[in-house]
């Protein structure tokens, strides 16, 4: 992570094939997991990854893209409050927050800021549901799957 000039928090995993696109604009809190083949796209702000997050495996947080109507470039920070779950292939677009203890479900695109306590699935995803989570967990990660 040194080389990509990555901040990240102790206790936290990065599995292999995890892709940094200017690391120098991610930092990522304690206790985390990003699994495998993720992108963490840091080229058009800051990504913030609170602690206890884990993001699974291909999912892709985007901080610039493009206006669909004059291909303009959209740069944007996101922020990922703590105790938040990232499901395998989600994609979360430039400008958004992710509220606290929140679940952001398997195939998901973000579009829209997320509320805390809440889960959100679909494309283009919306509420579903509250999550009902006490928020007292340390997020672990067993290292024989890395």
């Known amino acids: 992570m040194r080389k990509y000039h990555v901040k990240?928090?102790?206790?936290?995993?990065?599995?292999?094939n995890v892709l940094f696109r200017v690391g120098g604009n991610i930092i990522i809190g304690d206790n985390c997991v990003i699994n495998e083949r993720t992108l963490l796209d840091?080229?058009?702000g800051v990504i913030r990854i609170g602690d206890?997050?884990?993001i699974a495996q291909e999912s892709i947080i985007w901080t610039m893209g493009h206006n669909t109507h004059t291909h303009q470039?959209?740069?944007g920070n996101v922020e990922i409050g703590d105790y938040c779950w990232i499901g395998?292939?989600?994609?979360?677009?430039?400008?958004?927050?992710?509220?606290k203890s929140s679940?952001?479900?398997?195939?998901?695109?973000?579009?829209?800021?997320?509320e805390p306590n809440s889960i959100?699935?679909?494309?283009?995803?919306?509420?579903?549901?509250s999550r009902d989570r006490t928020i007292?967990?340390?997020l672990t990660f067993n290292s024989k799957y890395r």
């Open 8 to 16: 990240i928090g102790h206790n936290t995993v990065v599995c292999k």
């Open 42 to 44: 840091g080229r058009g």
């Open 52 to 54: 206890h997050v884990d």
């Open 73 to 75: 470039a959209v740069l």
């Open 88 to 99: 395998c292939r989600v994609q979360i677009m430039p400008g958004l927050t992710i509220g």
């Open 103 to 114: 679940i952001c479900a398997a195939g998901a695109i973000i579009t829209k800021n997320v």
């Open 120 to 129: 959100y699935g679909g494309v283009p995803a919306r509420r579903l549901s």
């Open 136 to 138: 007292d967990y340390t």
